[in-house]
Antibody, heavy 121, light 107 residues
Framework: QVQLGESGGGVVQPGESLTLSCAASGFSFKNYGMHWVRQAPGKGLEWVAFVRFDGDNKYYQDSVKGRFTISRDNSKNTLYLQMTSLRPEDTAVYYC??????????????WGQGTLVTVSS | DIQMTQSPSSLSASVGDTVTITCQASQDINNFLSWYQQKPGRAPKLLIYDSSNLETGVPSRFSGSGSGTDFTFTISSLQPEDVATYYCQQYGDLSLSFGGGTKMELK
């Protein structure tokens, strides 16, 4: 049974940094690409970033390029999102999501419960 | 980037009704479209992928169709547990994008 558990959210001031973690279990983490998706309070879903199974290929939403870095540690079954220069518009629940299969890497098959990031002065 | 226009934004229906949601892409995405269900306070759940393929374990009352730019999601015989917000998501482009969501309520 796939389990994904996000942590690291909290309240930060504009311009500050924060790193989110996503602990994975119940599947062979090293074989699956992973995504981050966020949802501002009361709003819809917004894709943030993707990392390939081996960490080599990474893709980002334009609004976070240069500020956010997605990474993974396959020895720890953990996905990360390093967020710098945070803005109030980055306030959201951040979800990690597992791809459906190696060939279906843009389909978000399993999601964690999310962690809330609030950027406010 | 590909924009996804989803309608309606809200929908009220009775138990047993058939309900339909549409999603339009700003450019051709072939059949690279998924549908997700999100219940209040919960994470989204994949229901349908590749426009019409039902995810494992999802009830058969959920269905999807379409290709190119126009897509449809249908719930036949609406159940109380289907109260949720539904989102389409395109993956015809590496910059994934979602529709604005349809909030489903019971009459």
């Amino acid at each position: 049974q796939v389990q994904l558990g996000e942590s690291g959210g909290g309240v930060v001031q504009p311009g500050e940094s924060l790193t989110l973690s996503c602990a994975a279990s119940g599947f062979s983490f090293k074989n699956y690409g992973m995504h981050w998706v966020r949802q501002a309070p009361g709003k819809g879903l917004e894709w943030v970033a993707f990392v390939r199974f081996d960490g080599d290929n990474k893709y980002y939403q334009d609004s976070v390029k240069g500020r956010f870095t997605i990474s993974r540690d396959n020895s720890k079954n953990t996905l990360y999102l390093q967020m710098t220069s945070l803005r109030p518009e980055d306030t959201a629940v951040y979800y990690c999501a597992k791809i459906r299969s190696s060939r279906q890497w843009l389909i978000l098959a399993s999601w964690g419960q999310g962690t809330l990031v609030t950027v406010s002065s | 980037d590909i924009q996804m226009t989803q309608s309606p934004s809200s929908l009220s229906a009775s138990v047993g009704d058939t309900v339909t949601i549409t999603c339009q892409a700003s450019q051709d995405i072939n059949n690279f479209l998924s549908w997700y269900q999100q219940k209040p306070g919960r994470a989204p759940k994949l229901l349908i992928y590749d426009s019409s393929n039902l995810e494992t374990g999802v009830p058969s009352r959920f269905s999807g169709s379409g290709s190119g730019t126009d897509f449809t999601f249908t719930i036949s015989s609406l159940q109380p547990e289907d109260v949720a917000t539904y989102y389409c998501q395109q993956y015809g482009d590496l910059s994934l994008s979602f529709g604005g969501g349809t909030k489903m309520e019971l009459k």
